[in-house]
């Protein structure tokens, strides 16, 4: 390891948010007590409620770490690019705010990057609750299929993700440090660089297959996608959620988002509209209805062998959602601010550049 990495952090973590803000300390809280190599940290925070905004204010001033906050929300893409802007170091390293980590989780990234010289790095990255113990992304495939029909070619999108489901304790002695195709945005390490070759992230990707697209872009660059399974994160999805993450949730995982971010990763690829978009287009609010919709269709259920009543909520719900999520998106859309995000500036005080120590911690 380069001992000038230690004395001057060259890390920067922009911590995001994901779908929710109710999990923002559990995530803070962790990455400061795991990680040992020194870093420095950028949070974003987009439009989080008062409590969390309060918090978010007396960590940065505890801890030393730069705020930048809009009092409106922000896409995935959006807020990922206005820490991007503030980033001087080698490396960035993109976090949700919905991710705990594990101790070395930064070193063990760190030491790929400098070993392969990788563009991109993926840590071992799990799922839900209990932490560290089911395997959300272990690497994976991303591109475009050239696939000749009688003729005529088509462009195919190709996502593939390794290991998901699997339990870390069955699969990761097998993980071997080593390029693949694919890394998520739930966390990667990014050498800043290639920032220079291709431009910021795209953020006509709003809610939906970002990862895809930038893993594409990355590798059409020149870049390389490498995954190190020896860096462990887990990812909390809701539900629980609160009250006061509702609205943002909804936008979040809006049908025009989503809708949007489909017809973008098509024309930008030039891909055929084939059976996988038209998948996607008859799924648009999945999300939703499975977090939002479906336990209430099991409250109110009472029998579970009436199918004809949980039909009935069931369409009464879907019909209900549709109505209040286009309401929502509609407003956000009249409402938001017309200046640009990266305009935006640090408000809760001056940035103190500060080196991370167990001592701090």
Same mark, same amino acid.
């Given at each position: ?105 930064? *070193?063990? =990234?760190? !030491? ?6 990788? %563009?991109? @790095?993926?840590?071992? &990255?799990? +799922? ?51 390029? *693949?195709? =694919?890394? !998520? ?6 050498? %800043?660089? @290639?920032?220079?070759? &291709?431009? +910021? ?161």
């Amino acid at each position: 390891m380069d001992n000038s990495l230690v004395s001057d952090p060259q890390v920067t973590v922009v911590v995001s948010p994901r779908e929710r803000f109710n999990y923002t300390s559990q995530s803070l809280e962790s990455i400061y007590k795991h990680t040992e190599f020194p870093f420095e940290l950028i949070y974003i925070d987009g439009g989080s409620p008062a409590n969390i905004k309060s918090y978010l204010q007396q960590a940065a001033h505890e801890k030393g770490f730069e705020l930048i906050r809009t009092d409106y929300y922000l896409s995935p893409n959006q807020a990922r690019n206005i820490g991007l802007a503030k980033v001087k170091s080698k490396y960035v390293v993109f976090v949700d705010n919905d991710v705990e980590v594990t101790p070395g989780w930064l *070193t063990k =990234l760190v !030491e790929c990057a400098e070993k392969t010289d990788a %563009t991109v @790095i993926s840590p071992l &990255i799990c +799922q839900g609750s209990p932490v560290h113990e089911i395997v959300h992304c272990a690497g994976g495939e991303s591109g475009v299929l050239l696939e000749n029909k009688d003729g005529n070619v088509r462009r195919r999108i190709l996502e593939k993700i390794y290991k998901q489901g699997r339990r870390v304790v069955d699969v990761r002695d097998g993980l071997k440090r080593g390029e *693949t195709g =694919l890394a !998520e945005f739930h966390c990667m390490l990014v050498r %800043t660089s @290639i920032f220079d070759k &291709i431009g +910021q992230l795209d953020e006509g990707m709003l809610n939906t297959k970002e990862h895809v697209d930038f893993c594409m872009t990355v590798v059409e660059a020149g870049g390389t996608v490498y995954l190190e399974p020896d860096s462990l994160v887990t990812y909390v999805p809701g539900p629980p959620l609160e009250l006061s993450d509702m609205t943002f949730y909804m936008l979040r995982w809006s049908d025009a988002w989503e809708l949007a971010s489909l017809q973008n990763l098509r024309t930008k690829w030039d891909l055929t509209e084939d059976e996988y978009f038209k998948n996607k287009y008859n799924r648009l609010g999945w999300r939703r209805h499975m977090t939002l919709i479906e336990p209430w269709i099991v409250r109110l259920s009472f029998s579970k062998n009436n199918s004809l009543w949980k039909r009935i909520i069931r369409k009464t719900f879907v019909i209900a959602d549709k109505v209040v999520n286009k309401y929502i998106t509609n407003h956000y859309d009249q409402n938001k601010p017309k200046q640009q995000p990266a305009q935006i500036v640090t408000q809760t005080r001056e940035y103190v550049k500060t080196t991370t120590t167990s001592s701090q911690r």
